[in-house]
């Protein structure tokens, strides 16, 4: 977990002024040591997922993959992450949210006190598309089921829809992130709350939203603290 100097210095880093909160997450409190995904995890639940993943052929992007990109992070995790698809350094690692945007997103978690080992982080696909296209229809179709058993395996407390396309797919919504961010959401009949932000690829070309990102941030933080009362 990062120190408060961390902290105000990643802030920095987004372009927040920088505040000191009084209160700490319980989350804090917790043994992250346990619950992190790794590639030899001994849970049948979640190996039997990572098999279906990594022999997955529903769709035509199986033909164009180095390697499945599963996820990563705390098993029993509050904050569930949820981005659009791996570009070519995650088909090449096996790790989503790597690279530029990975490091700009890690920047936004540690502004609330939250690192890799303390969310889940996952796509809504498991492969890359080819040249980093948009996901088609029958692409998310096809992997809805892997990304359903990941959340039903978690049960966070909360997701993070990153992006446009992420927002879109969890929410069967054509609006805009800038209409559905503001506000929780209800993903389906599950009733988890939901926020969406931007995508850090965005905020690397647009960095004046960085702000909207860290107000969001700070609604999924109020959501989560919500419901540990």
Not at 27 to 52: C, H, I, N
Not at 166 to 187: D, E, M
Request: charged share 25%; with cysteine; proline share 6%.
């Amino acid at each position: 977990m990062p120190t408060e100097q961390q902290r105000l210095e990643y802030l920095q880093a987004l372009g927040i002024d920088a505040w000191i909160s009084r209160r700490k997450s319980r989350k804090s409190e917790l043994d992250l040591s346990e619950g992190v995904v790794t590639a030899g995890s001994s849970m049948p639940d979640w190996e039997l997922l990572r098999s279906a993943v990594a022999s997955c052929t529903g769709c035509l992007l199986h033909e164009y993959r180095t390697q499945t990109v599963f996820g990563v992070g705390n098993l029993n995790a509050d904050w569930m992450i949820i981005g659009e698809a791996p570009g070519a350094e995650e088909d090449r690692r096996g790790e989503p949210f790597v690279g530029r945007a990975g490091k700009l997103l890690d920047e936004m978690l540690r502004a609330v006190g939250l690192d890799r080992s303390t969310v889940f982080i996952t796509n809504i696909l498991k492969c890359r598309p080819p040249n980093n296209r948009d996901p088609a229809r029958d692409e998310t179709v096809a992997c809805c089921s892997h990304l359903e058993g990941q959340i039903e395996l978690v049960k966070p407390r909360l997701i993070l829809a990153v992006g446009r396309i992420a927002a879109q797919a969890l929410l069967h919504s054509n609006s805009p992130v800038g209409r559905l961010r503001g506000r929780p959401h209800f993903l389906n009949d599950r009733q988890i709350p939901l926020v969406v932000t931007y995508h850090p690829a965005y905020l690397l070309r647009s960095p004046s939203q960085k702000r909207k990102v860290w107000e969001d941030l700070c609604l999924a933080k109020k959501v989560v603290q919500e419901s540990l009362t």
